[in-house]
């Protein structure tokens, strides 16, 4: 198998693909059945593919409609139906004969394929090989009616009633009110693998719908009259819908997954045996977490954008009412034709173009008031002047930006020195680096000593921290990076570096020994000099 196909088949999208598939197959039968058979949809007068699906999802319709009523279908029923829409709707003039055969057509040769098996082929990624997706739309069974006469009664399958179904969509904000339900539903149950998937379609649900606001903004920006009132109203009545007590909701979400993730964290740290399962959760809760953090993100830009929107459309209105009361007139044949006409009028022509670039201003200096003794006209009820002080925002966030990559240059110094002395003896200790390490060293090493203590409270955290995994949780983490210290995302930067790339896993624990490490003149934040003492922790990692 080449590295492509190796570097595709790691992708989670591919995922049960083939029960994806399952979806698609029923309309790909479907529709492969119609169009293999369009000689015979001719004869009965049906030419065009659109008027053929559009007759058998209505006669399917109308089967459902008596199954769901448990009452018989009989082949004189759906010819009796095909020949009234026939006549008042699609205006085919066909005789009951005709009806009855065209109706046989569609329930046994197109429904039916004439008794023979229909099988769609999906690919299975899983198991590399492709598989059958059995299809079948309606079936039947036998009836006996008035008088004992025995009929055949058709009715749909399973299979036709999720394709039937799946035609009538769930309105945006029921999606919306029916995935957070399974989401509660899954984390009450610690199912946190189906919770993880269903935080990701709550995610992007909001993010459709803020780019569904973006192009409904720019819409309006190119003409707002284009847009109707009643897809205006629609967007609001979603906006309203996806904001109303969403931020509530997932805030107590966050609180119940954090109070998880601290409760697995406690158990992998205080206990020798933390199973597999109780690893994957403890991954699970926290990209639940990360996307948690997401969703609240999105939902606080839908509010300001569903704000922005109804300002954004009151203001085009206006502008277009404004422009109606304008007076217009033809400037090709004001203009052009009649300067064509008599050149001479070019003359005149600055009389009709310099009000396109010369305006009146908007106050007149004059300057005799400049010479006139200026007087107070009336005391001030303030003793005190006010002061404007001139503050340059710019220059302000860019010496904000400066001093947070200074700071987090700190922690990715910290951090690399560790790395490289572990490189260089595969397992190493704090009390190994505070007796190797020269002065300037320890320096990098402990920055401050509020920096040294997170980045080692962090380590010990995560305890066992796999690069691929970190990578595999890159790919699939939608949000934007963060201004402060993330002790992963950082990791993953410094891991670019090629001299890195045979670590595969790095361990962080505490060593029990009961001594203590002490560092001795480590400035803290206000640039103090303090002296310290920590528990001794060791670092070692796996090579690839």
Not at 188 to 207: G, P, S
Request: contains cysteine.
């Amino acid at each position: 198998m080449s590295m492509i196909g190796a570097r595709m088949m790691e992708k989670d999208f591919l995922k049960g693909f083939r029960k994806r598939m399952q979806f698609v197959a029923r309309y790909s039968v479907l529709c492969g059945n119609s169009i293999d058979r369009v000689v015979k949809w001719r004869s009965f007068g049906i030419n065009t593919r659109d008027e053929q699906i559009n007759m058998l999802f209505s006669v399917l319709l109308y089967i459902m409609e008596y199954s769901l009523k448990e009452e018989d279908c009989t082949i004189d029923d759906i010819a009796a139906f095909v020949d009234e829409i026939n006549y008042e709707y699609y205006e085919h003039s066909l005789e009951y004969e005709n009806s009855m055969n065209l109706a046989r057509f569609i329930v046994e040769d197109v429904l039916g394929n004439t008794g023979v098996s229909m099988y769609f082929k999906a690919y299975d990624y899983d198991n590399r090989k492709y598989k059958d997706i059995n299809i079948r739309y309606i079936d039947n069974k036998v009836v006996y009616q008035d008088g004992g006469v025995k009929r055949t009664s058709y009715y749909l399958t399973d299979e036709g009633y999720n394709m039937i179904l799946s035609t009538m969509e769930v309105e945006n904000n029921l999606k919306f009110t029916i995935n957070e339900m399974l989401f509660k539903l899954h984390l009450e149950k610690a199912d946190y693998n189906k919770a993880v998937d269903d935080i990701k379609n709550i995610f992007n649900q909001l993010r459709k719908q803020s780019q569904k606001i973006q192009e409904t903004a720019l819409s309006i920006k190119r003409n707002a009259l284009s847009y109707s009132v009643e897809d205006y109203r629609q967007i609001m009545e979603e906006n309203i819908s996806t904001v109303a007590d969403t931020r509530a909701k997932f805030n107590m979400h966050r609180e119940f997954i954090d109070e998880k993730i601290k409760e697995f964290e406690e158990k992998e740290m205080n206990t020798d045996e933390f199973s597999e399962k109780e690893k994957e959760n403890l991954n699970n809760l926290k990209i639940i977490g990360h996307y948690l953090t997401g969703t609240l993100d999105e939902h606080q830009k839908i509010l300001g954008q569903h704000f922005d929107l109804k300002k954004l459309y009151d203001y085009e209105l206006e502008n277009y009412s404004n422009m109606t009361l304008v007076q217009r007139f033809p400037f090709r044949s004001d203009v052009y034709d009649e300067i064509l006409k008599d050149a001479s009028l070019l003359k005149n022509a600055d009389k009709i173009f310099n009000p396109l670039f010369m305006s009146m201003p908007d106050k007149i200096f004059n300057p005799e008031k400049m010479l006139e003794y200026q007087k107070r006209l009336k005391k001030s009820d303030i003793d005190e002047e006010d002061l404007e002080l001139d503050f340059d925002e710019e220059e302000f966030n860019r010496e904000k930006e400066r001093k947070r990559q200074e700071r987090m240059k700190k922690y990715e110094q910290c951090i690399t020195v560790i790395l490289d002395m572990l490189l260089e003896n595969q397992e190493i200790t704090l009390q190994f680096l505070n007796e190797r390490f020269t002065k300037e060293e320890r320096k990098i090493l402990i920055p401050t000593a509020e920096i040294f203590r997170e980045v080692i409270i962090e380590l010990l955290t995560e305890g066992n921290i796999d690069i691929g995994e970190l990578r595999k949780e890159q790919t699939e983490y939608l949000m934007d990076t963060s201004d402060g210290f993330i002790l992963n995302e950082m990791l993953l930067g410094i891991m670019d570096n090629p001299k890195y790339r045979n670590i595969k896993k790095i361990y962080v624990y505490q060593i029990e020994d009961g001594q203590y490490i002490h560092f001795k003149h480590v400035k803290d934040e206000a640039g103090n000099l303090k002296n310290f003492k920590c528990s001794n922790v060791g670092f070692r990692y796996e090579e690839r």
